[in-house]
T-cell receptor, first 109, second 108 residues
Framework: GQNIDQPTEMTATEGAIVQINCTYQ??????LFWYQQHAGEAPTFLSY????GLEEKGRFSSFLSRSKGYSYLLLKELQMKDSASYLC??????????FGAGTTVTVRA | DVKVTQSSRYLVKRTGEKVFLECVQD?????MFWYRQDPGLGLRLIYF???????EKGDIPEGYSVSREKKERFSLILESASTNQTSMYLC???????FGPGTRLTVL
């Protein structure tokens, strides 16, 4: 199985930047995913990293270091609608994803 | 733009009942997945299927079975529902890029 750790909660101010860290241990790494999940809704895919480095997609960026077993999701210019849970997931092999417990981000005015 | 649908948003069943949760995808993709989500535990994989009639156990298959008779449809079956199967059930398609809206199942 996997061991995926991410902080439980984070709070930030509207317009600020927040970085959500994720560390993992896996035997057959084949990609890292980030999802956003609003309360009562299904997760929505945000990003996918399989090679080291930074992937930027609008206000959201995701970074991966395979040698360190580490990733982060960077949310810039925070908006109230960014208040949600953010899930880190690691793919081991061809199909299986293992998820972290999620980080609840609260954006305050 | 709907890609993954689930048969029910909310379901209430009694202990011992047989429960069917249906998932349909319109992406013509081989891979489909069933997860359950519980507070503090995250999403846990129950079963997945990589082709018609093919299935693989996930991390918590006990008490569940699945059926994949057609490419677009993946069913999760609770043979005899128990209270510890009260949870949010999420179906996903296309390498877990797309989730259905979820079924919140309560077993009394």
């Amino acid at each position: 199985g996997q061991n995926i750790d991410q902080p439980t909660e984070m709070t930030a101010t509207e317009g600020a930047i927040v970085q959500i860290n994720c560390t993992y241990q896996t035997s057959g790494f084949n990609g890292l995913f980030w999802y956003q999940q609003h309360a009562g809704e299904a997760p929505t895919f945000l990003s996918y990293n399989v090679l080291d480095g930074l992937e930027e997609k609008g206000r959201f960026s995701s970074f991966l270091s395979r040698s360190k077993g580490y990733s982060y999701l960077l949310l810039k210019e925070l908006q109230m609608k960014d208040s949600a849970s953010y899930l880190c997931a690691v793919r081991d092999g061809d199909y299986k994803l293992s998820f972290g417990a999620g980080t609840t981000v609260t954006v305050r005015a | 733009d709907v890609k993954v649908t689930q048969s029910s948003r909310y379901l209430v069943k009694r202990t011992g009942e047989k429960v069917f949760l249906e998932c349909v995808q319109d992406m013509d993709h081989e891979n489909m997945f069933w997860y359950r989500q519980d507070p503090g535990l995250g999403l846990r994989l129950i079963y997945f299927s990589y082709d018609v009639k093919m299935k693989e156990k996930g991390d918590i298959p006990e008490g569940y079975s699945v059926s994949r008779e057609k490419k677009e449809r993946f069913s999760l079956i609770l043979e005899s529902a128990s209270t510890n199967q009260t949870s949010m059930y999420l179906c996903a398609g296309k390498d877990t890029q797309y989730f259905g809206p979820g079924t919140r199942l309560t077993v009394l």
